[in-house]
């Protein structure tokens, strides 16, 4: 890790290097540990330390990036050099809001000692709790614990000055019988900035429960079903609400759910979905790339759209203020959510299960895509846990299932169920982490795998 200290000084040092007209610097340092494991064996067990700095050159409404993963002075200058040379060869852009100005953010305590120094063995350790589960019955245990420390740091020539670091903590496993067509496979996995709140052995008795009760999966016919779902397959549904429309720029050019939509129900009235960075679990960032402080944004408030995320560029284009989303280096104009949350409900997964007659337990989704975003539809499959609930009860186990539905006008409208309990799980773009309930519901099953 650089330090409060020495990482502000290369962000100054950037925009002193960089002669533009305005300039603005980004500094990540990232200790990522990663242990794998494939076949009850753990096979690789790496620690990658790691720096990057952006820098952006201002030259009048013309603005160029450039990166460096050094931070030595003649890196630095470098790659001030080259925003520089970005920014001279790009098009004008009059509508272009300028940098930052200074801001008071927020203490945000999203740093946890033990994840920081958590050791390889202490990984080990963590992992063997799930493989002697799965030895157990004699099964192949793989997947990942991941445990990770950041620090950011955010300057520009306005005098914005930002710093904070934190930790996050996540682990994955499917455990299998084999790799014949008809093998049973179960998935379980969970994340927190903090490692000491993953529960190694119970998250290995719920992926070899699931394991052992999928041998010999069979078929449904395609179909709308009411579908039981665990909180990983709804954090992908979020996830992918998140990609197809939660963006400033998204918004204002019509191609969010939320264009022209605000003020309007778009899915059931149990759902509230909301980005708070303030949630104590999910390593709080308490300002965006840009330097602006991070406000809570409610996106959907009991079924009704209710609010937009953005950065300084969509806040200008859309006559409002940045919301503190924007994304690191320039990508994703228009921001995005690190996180995401919908709330609890007053339900369980067994009451769900229980008042269900004929429907689909889901224990999370795989391959998800989008379709069409306005609409919110997606597609993928379901895997590693999925079964039929027959006067309810969890019933027979089924092949992995293709689905194809609407995010918000279908699985979100016909909600009838929120779980109380809510699950932390990591986001597949390895940024963030989201919150998530399980919930009942409808989905359209348009066939099955093989």
């Known amino acids: 890790m650089v330090g409060k200290e020495r990482a502000l000084e290369t962000c100054e040092a950037a925009i002193s290097a960089s002669g533009a007209d305005a300039a603005e610097a980004v500094l990540i340092s990232e200790s990522d540990s990663l242990t794998r494991f494939a076949n009850s064996e753990i096979h690789q067990n790496t620690t990658v330390d790691?720096?990057?700095?952006?820098?952006?050159?201002?030259?009048?409404?013309?603005?160029?990036?450039?990166?460096?993963?050094?931070?030595?002075?003649?890196?630095?200058?470098?790659?001030?050099?080259?925003?520089?040379?970005?920014?001279?060869v790009q098009p004008e852009t009059p509508d272009a809001p300028g940098l930052a100005d200074p801001?008071?953010?927020?203490?945000?305590?999203?740093?946890?000692?033990?994840?920081?120094a958590f050791t390889p063995a202490e990984r080990a350790q963590g992992v063997s709790r799930i493989i002697q589960q799965a030895d157990a019955h004699r099964l192949n245990a793989s997947?990942?614990?991941?445990?990770?420390?950041?620090?950011?740091?955010?300057?520009?020539?306005?005098?914005?000055?930002?710093?904070?670091?934190?930790?996050?903590?996540?682990?994955?496993?499917?455990?299998?019988?084999?790799?014949?067509?008809?093998?049973g496979s179960g998935y379980a996995g969970a994340a927190s900035r903090r490692v000491g709140d993953l529960d190694f052995g119970a998250i290995g008795i719920s992926a070899v429960r699931k394991c052992l009760a999928m041998r010999h999966p069979g078929d449904v016919e395609p179909g709308e079903y009411v579908v039981v779902m665990e909180p990983s397959a709804v954090a992908t549904a979020l996830q992918m609400l998140a990609y197809m429309g939660m963006n400033g720029i998204?918004?204002?050019?019509?191609?969010?759910?939320?264009?022209?939509?605000?003020?309007?129900?778009?899915?059931?009235?149990?759902?509230?979905?909301?980005?708070?960075?303030?949630?104590?679990?999910?390593?709080?960032?308490?300002?965006?790339?840009?330097?602006?402080?991070?406000?809570?944004?409610?996106l959907i408030d009991r079924g009704i759209a209710s609010g937009m995320i953005y950065d300084r560029a969509a806040a200008a284009r859309a006559n409002a203020r940045s919301t503190g989303h924007a994304?690191?280096?320039?990508?994703?104009?228009?921001?995005?959510?690190?996180?995401?949350?919908?709330?609890?409900?007053?339900?369980?997964?067994?009451?769900?299960?229980?008042?269900?007659?004929?429907?689909i337990y889901i224990t999370r989704f795989n391959y998800a895509n989008p379709v069409h975003p306005v609409k919110t539809i997606?597609?993928?499959?379901?895997?590693?846990?999925?079964?039929?609930?027959?006067d309810g009860k969890i019933g027979r186990p089924l092949r992995n299932l293709r689905f194809t539905d609407s995010i918000l006008d279908g699985l979100f409208a016909s909600i009838t169920a929120i779980s109380r309990d809510t699950?932390?799980?990591p986001a597949i773009n390895g940024m963030s982490i989201y919150r998530a309930p399980a919930i009942r519901a409808r989905l359209q099953i348009t066939g099955s795998t093989v």
Not at 103 to 116: P, Q, R
Not at 378 to 390: R, V
């Open 50 to 88: 790691d720096v990057t700095l952006f820098v952006r050159a201002v030259l009048g409404t013309r603005e160029g990036w450039a990166s460096t993963n050094q931070i030595t002075r003649d890196a630095v200058q470098g790659a001030a050099r080259r925003a520089v040379q970005a920014a001279d």
């Open 103 to 116: 801001a008071e953010y927020e203490e945000a305590d999203g740093y946890d000692e033990l994840t920081a």
């Open 143 to 183: 997947g990942s614990l991941r445990t990770r420390a950041t620090e950011v740091a955010v300057a520009n020539s306005r005098g914005v000055r930002a710093w904070t670091r934190g930790t996050d903590a996540s682990l994955i496993t499917v455990v299998m019988t084999g790799f014949e067509s008809d093998a």
């Open 250 to 298: 998204s918004f204002v050019e019509g191609r969010s759910y939320a264009s022209g939509r605000l003020g309007t129900k778009v899915t059931s009235e149990m759902v509230t979905i909301a980005d708070d960075w303030r949630d104590p679990d999910t390593s709080p960032l308490p300002f965006d790339f840009e330097g602006v402080p991070r406000q809570r944004v409610t």
């Open 327 to 359: 994304v690191l280096g320039g990508g994703m104009p228009g921001g995005y959510p690190l996180h995401l949350a919908m709330n609890a409900g007053d339900s369980s997964i067994e009451d769900m299960v229980a008042g269900t007659d004929h429907g």
């Open 378 to 390: 997606f597609t993928g499959m379901t895997k590693d846990g999925t079964f039929l609930i027959e």
């Open 423 to 425: 699950g932390l799980l």
